[in-house]
């Protein structure tokens, strides 16, 4: 087993967000293990605001778009860090991309040398998931480094009516 350097944080503002990151700063306490910070804009947004672009491109510059919506995710990322980590700050890189999220995340793993992935199972796409399958799902299935599911204990909890 390889020393772990880099985990990579997937965060989508979903409720499950904060407890993804909170899960990923425990694994690092105690370590020099840089911790990346990772959203992705999802592709499908994208290509919606570029269709209505169309009918009002004096009004709707696609990439003026994409550059204030990183911006945006950049800051809230950040005040969430400054609020829950003030003191992990300095070990935690914020990283925000475009692409389709499942494809996204395994191109960050190997772009930013990650050593492990900590992600929720679930998210902000409950219908998308029910059509084409979700996004931790695919990443489980492909990643080339371990992938760490965080679960809310209160939703999940076992009884026998969840068997």
Do not use: W
């Amino acid at each position: 087993m390889s020393k772990i350097k880099k985990i990579l944080v997937c965060v989508d503002f979903s409720d499950y967000s904060l407890m993804t990151l909170e899960y990923a700063v425990e694994l690092a306490k105690g370590t020099e293990i840089e911790i990346i910070v990772f959203n992705v804009i999802n592709q499908r947004d994208i290509n919606m605001v570029e269709m209505v672009s169309h009918y009002a491109p004096d009004k709707i510059n696609i990439k003026d778009y994409i550059k204030d919506l990183k911006k945006d995710r950049h800051e809230k990322i950040k005040a969430i860090i400054k609020e829950n980590f003030f003191d992990e700050k300095s070990r935690m890189v914020i990283k925000i991309d475009t692409g389709i999220p499942f494809e996204a995340i395994l191109e960050a793993i190997e772009t930013e040398n990650a050593d492990l992935v900590v992600m929720s199972n679930k998210g902000r796409g409950n219908l998308s998931r029910v059509l084409f399958g979700s996004v931790a799902e695919k990443v489980f299935r492909h990643s080339p480094v371990p992938v760490v599911s965080v679960r809310d204990k209160n939703k999940f909890k076992r009884g026998i009516n969840n068997i």
